[in-house]
Structures are given as C-alpha cells and as structure tokens.
C-alpha cells in the first residue's frame, strides 16, 4: 500500500502550533484594502486558530 499523500495546497496554507491546535491567516487581506480601516487591515495581519468544528478535516489534509 503507498503513502497518504497530504493536500499540498493545504499543507502551504495551515501550520500545527506546539499544542496541537492548527494556525491559519486572515481571509480579506489580499486586495480591496482602500475602503477597509487601518485598524481592521492590521487586525487581519494577525494568524487566527481554526474552528474546532474544522481541525479535525484541516489536520486530515495537512498530515501525511
């Protein structure tokens, strides 16, 4: 039987943090940012946690 291949795309995408919770970026952030505030263009600099609901399909993904 080969190797589970991860999903490149998701793999580039997501990273597991130390504790085992999953980190991702911002959705928003890539263009459009004339109309959005300062301060909401710097809050969506920061790396958010995925959902609970969602970690356990993300980690599927990103894990060989």
């Known amino acids: 039987m080969p190797k589970m291949k991860s999903n490149r795309g998701a ?4 990273r597991v943090t ?11 952030a890539s263009h459009i940012l004339t109309k959005k505030t300062t301060k909401r263009k710097r809050n969506l600099r920061q790396e958010r946690m995925v959902a609970d609901v969602d970690a356990p399909r993300v980690h599927r993904m990103i894990l060989k």
């Open 11 to 14: 793999a580039k995408r997501f």
């Open 18 to 28: 130390k504790s085992g919770k999953i980190k991702r970026h911002s959705a928003f």
